[in-house]
């Protein structure tokens, strides 16, 4: 599950788009504080990967943040919740009971005139 936050700033909607590289889940788009839940199934082949990775847009901004969302070589979960902040994404640890795992973005870029996704 994708969560929405946004902290010192105002509120916006954000506009995502995830994939793996057999499956296209489309763009979506959160309103501030909304969900975006998705599943799949992991390979189960030891030296292959499952890996979804994401880009993110808030309303307004001109910038798109990408990251992986989830990679089976770092995230042993079985229901992965994410918070999405501007600046980092933030995993939920059960063991601790809060979004403690956190990560900066793999990358930040510019978008085109049309505002469109490269992914």
Known sequence: MIN???LGATPANITLHCKSKDEDLGF????FLGNYMFSFKPTLIPWQTTLFFCSFAWSGSPYLHYFN???NKRDDCKTCNWKIYENMTCKYLTERRSFNACWPWNSVKLMDAYNTSKI
Do not use: K, S
């Not at 979506?28 to 309103?31: A, N, P, V």
């Open 69 to 71: 969302i989830y990679d």
């Open 28 to 31: 979506h788009t959160l309103e």
């Open 4 to 6: 929405n936050v946004v």
